[in-house]
């Protein structure tokens, strides 16, 4: 839900002169522009911060629009394969009453082929997976097994798998078969995990609007007046 942050020129400055009040049309929509790109930049660090091994993708994934003495604050609602930070940044945001994990591609594609409707969490520790630079399973790996199992690769297995139930002794989840045995690769859950809601995407913009744009709007004054 969009939430509007409001303020009043005489709620950022003591008193503006004639000179001033005939500036500040053009002194705000500059001090509003400058204030957007801070936001972003500052949300990025925020969520470095409090993220458990953000992408680049979620760290950039703040956008802002600015218009006259308006700005729009939003977080990219678009991603690749359908992975959209604004989906699954929103059970993390304080502001929201729905805190349960973001349903990837990858268990949607379980779902959609009958294999599970439980919940795969990545077993970054076991032998077999592959992981980025930032701790997390390659996107090429997650492709890689789900392509492998629809197609009944047989050196992929599921635990439990619904199109063929059988009996195994082992734990449930995703295994790959090398030579040494099964390497898990995804553990399952019953439920979608909840997630923690550390991110305040409106407390945080307003902190930096009270901090930032008195002295924003200020210095574009006293530039649009030289």
């Known amino acids: ?13 003591d008193r503006l002169s004639i000179l001033e009040v005939a500036q500040f049309k053009y002194a705000g929509s500059q001090a509003i522009k ?16 409090r993220f458990e091994n953000p992408v680049n993708y979620t760290l950039s994934s703040v956008r802002y629009e600015a218009k006259d003495l308006e700005v729009i604050l939003s977080i990219n609602p678009d991603g690749p394969k359908g992975n959209a930070p604004a989906t699954y940044i929103f059970p993390a945001d304080k502001g929201t009453s729905e805190n349960t994990a973001y349903v990837t591609r990858f ?8 294999i599970t409707t439980k919940f795969p969490v990545p077993y ?8 980025n630079r930032y ?21 992929y297995f599921s635990v439990p798998d619904n199109r063929s139930p059988r009996p195994s002794g082992l ?16 553990g399952y859950q019953n439920r979608v995990p909840s997630v923690r809601q550390n991110y305040d ?26």
């Open 1 to 13: 839900m969009a939430r509007a942050i409001e303020y009043s020129a005489e709620s950022l400055l």
């Open 107 to 114: 268990a949607r594609g379980l779902r959609k082929a009958g």
């Open 34 to 49: 400058r204030f957007g790109f801070e936001a972003k930049q500052h949300h990025g660090l925020q969520m470095a911060g």
């Open 171 to 186: 734990p449930s989840g995703i295994y790959m078969r090398t030579s040494r045995g099964p390497n898990m690769l995804f």
């Open 135 to 155: 701790g997390n399973m390659t996107g090429g790996q997650y492709q890689q097994v789900l392509s492998a199992l629809r197609n009944n690769n047989p050196q």
């Open 201 to 226: 995407f409106e407390g945080i913009t307003r902190r930096l609007a009270d901090q930032r744009l008195p002295k924003l709007l200020r210095q574009e004054l006293t530039r649009a007046l030289r």
């Open 124 to 131: 970054t520790r076991g032998r077999g997976v592959r992981v």
